[in-house]
């Protein structure tokens, strides 16, 4: 259970738990509240599961998504923000928490959310939106294309956009799709397109390290969607790549870090020339003060953690290491390898060896696999 201790440094003197709230009432997301504002809570029956960092990165995304749309209303282009948090922290639990929040326990008018995925954890989306689903409020409806056939695509983007609730859909198929690809019919194909570039109010991108080209057809696609209340998620250093770090900035707020020439000028090419191992006491300090200052220009949307976070709540790590025998089945099979490729009587060269050693260790490791189900077999 989550503890409100760790909030309380960036409150006003004097604030009090009436401000944050708690697991029983539900954590409060909008904790810097205007004169007269109600306070805006998180379902208690999500917020008695969450922990401390994942309440902060709820109200991460608050701050950057809900408490700025008066922006977007005057015109603001791009107010949204990356949630660049290591695997294991639970991103998709915060959106969907943060998600029911906003399109559920309040009337804020938001009522339609795309969320792109790639398609390897597409349905792991659909069954968390399951598991966590809270007790309190109406469940979202949640739409795949997977629901319909083809040609009731439209019929299901419509109700998507009339209805409200989650559109969930793989990278590949929503820039096929935004981009009219593989649509015959060409009024389908604006129907389709239209839908995603117009229809969501939240544009969420899991693993938005994808988006790591400008010109690709992902990216354009992810651009056109005219909603500016924009989340990306990442898992992975963003420090690693900095035109990739660029690309996800640009697309959460478009024009923020300038065009990509300047970026490369003004950050990317001072902080690499101080990464060699031959860079000077000046390059290394030019380097540190471009990073600090990069650093400070994103830390209000950029919110990073990583497993030290919830190091206290894990037990110490205990490594065991067993050594096991061959059995007599498969020291057969290592011997009848090693005789067919030479090894026993000399005949394998170098060279051999060298071009050889992957498929060799492929045909070892299928040994110890074969072995183990006939075990499985002859214990059935």
Not at 19 to 48: C, F, M, Q, W
Not at 201 to 211: P, Q, S
Not at 371 to 378: I, M
Request: charged share 25%; hydrophobic share 40%; with cysteine.
């Amino acid at each position: 259970m989550a503890t409100s201790a760790a909030y309380t440094r960036n409150l006003p003197e004097g604030a009090t738990m009436e401000v944050l709230g708690d697991a029983y009432t539900g954590y409060i997301v909008n904790v810097a509240r205007e004169s007269g504002e109600e306070a805006v809570r998180i379902p208690p029956s999500i917020s008695a599961k969450l922990k401390t960092h994942q309440v902060a990165g709820i109200r991460f995304m608050w701050e950057n998504i809900i408490q700025s749309i008066r922006k977007v209303k005057s015109g603001d282009k791009g107010l949204g923000c990356i949630l660049a948090h290591t695997m294991g922290l639970g991103k998709t639990f915060q959106v969907i928490a943060f998600l029911y929040t906003a399109m559920r326990s309040v009337d804020l008018g938001l009522r339609t959310a795309l969320i792109v995925t790639p398609v390897n954890v597409l349905h792991n989306w659909r069954k968390e939106f399951m598991k966590w689903r809270p007790s309190e409020v109406k469940p979202l409806r949640i739409f795949m294309l997977e629901d319909v056939s083809r040609d009731r695509r439209t019929e299901l983007l419509a109700k998507w956009r009339a209805k409200g609730g989650v559109f969930l859909i793989g990278y590949t198929a929503f820039r096929n799709l935004s981009l009219g690809k593989h649509v015959k019919d060409l009024h389908m194909a604006r129907e389709i397109r239209s839908a995603f570039q117009d229809g969501p109010d939240i544009l969420v991108c899991d693993e938005a390290h994808i988006i790591k080209n400008r010109r690709a057809d992902t990216t354009q696609a992810l651009k056109q969607v005219k909603c500016q209340r924009r989340i990306a998620l990442t898992g992975s250093p963003l420090q690693n790549n900095l035109m990739e770090y660029y690309c996800m900035v640009d697309f959460v707020r478009e024009g923020f870090l300038g065009s990509s020439h300047e970026f490369r000028n003004r950050f990317q090419n001072p902080i690499e020339n101080g990464q060699h191992t031959n860079s000077t006491s000046v390059d290394v300090k030019i380097m540190n003060q471009r990073s600090h200052i990069l650093y400070e220009q994103l830390k209000g949307f950029v919110q990073r953690m990583d497993m030290s976070v919830v190091k206290k709540d894990l037990p110490p790590k205990t490594v065991f290491v067993i050594a096991v025998k061959l059995s007599s089945l498969q020291r057969k099979l290592y011997k009848r390898f090693l005789d067919v490729h030479g090894f026993t009587n000399g005949k394998a060269s170098n060279e051999n060896m060298r071009r050889s050693f992957f498929a060799g260790y492929q045909a070892l490791a299928q040994v110890d696999l074969y072995s183990l189900k006939l075990n499985d077999l002859h214990w059935c």
